[in-house]
């Protein structure tokens, strides 16, 4: 089974803080997808990646910047957080040779107070 | 440029009913369709996809999708809800501008189960 892992599943943080949110896939695919989630909204694409220091951005990627060193991870870094960041975060893998089809960690609450 | 619209935002059904979920999409050509489930407190989990052949696709958990050309139409069906399907579910389609695997999703429906 594929694993996709998000290394917090509830954070609460201040304004202007810096934040950092990890995902982890076991299976090596080589594309990356960070999400947020807010009612209403459906999910929203922040940034993708298809390889190992390569990056793309999404629909929303203002404020948000990220970070892939190795295949197996992909981080996303709000430099400065602030409240109207408070969402769900989800992280997805994909292979690129199954078109479309994206596997995705539990998510991760954030709080920005 | 592509959309997703799930019209229903909240559905409520009985243990035992049938169940329609509706999803409509807006793309130039032969799309690729999705939908995922997420259960309470969990990411999301695909349950069907259609990217050509038969319209009428299976999935798991006992769901299916109907691709309908005519009405630019992806539902999701179930014969009989079960309580453990209570969650919110998410049509998506691709191919998106730009290429590389990117989905676009629809708003989601969440579904609840009277016993």
């Known amino acids: 089974d594929v694993k996709v892992t998000q290394s917090s599943r509830y954070l609460v943080k201040r304004t202007g803080e810096k934040v950092f949110l990890e995902c982890v896939q076991d299976m090596d695919h080589e594309n990356m997808f960070w999400y947020r989630q807010d009612p209403g909204l459906g999910l929203r694409l922040i940034y993708f990646s298809y390889d190992v220091k390569m990056k793309e951005k999404g629909d929303i990627p203002e404020g948000y910047s990220v970070s892939r060193e190795k295949k197996e991870r992909f981080s996303l870094i709000l430099e400065s957080a602030s409240t109207n960041q408070t969402s769900m975060y989800l992280c997805a893998s994909g292979n690129s040779a199954v078109a479309y089809e994206q596997y995705f960690g539990p998510g991760t609450r954030l709080t920005v107070t | 440029a592509q959309s997703v619209t799930q019209p229903d935002i909240h559905i409520t059904v009985s243990e035992g009913a049938s169940l329609e979920l509706r999803c409509n999409y807006s793309y130039g050509a032969t799309p690729y369709l999705f939908w995922y489930v997420q259960s309470p407190g969990q990411g999301l989990q695909l349950l069907l996809k259609y990217f050509s052949g038969d319209t009428l696709v299976q999935g798991i958990k006992g769901f299916e999708a109907e691709f309908k050309r005519s009405q630019s139409s992806f539902n999701l069906r179930k014969p009989s809800v079960h309580w453990s399907d209570a969650a919110e579910y998410f049509c998506?389609?691709?191919?998106?501008?730009?290429?590389?695997?990117?989905?676009?999703f629809g708003a989601g429906t969440r579904l609840a189960v009277h016993p």
């Open positions: 998506a389609v691709g191919p998106t501008s730009g290429g590389y695997n990117k989905l676009i």
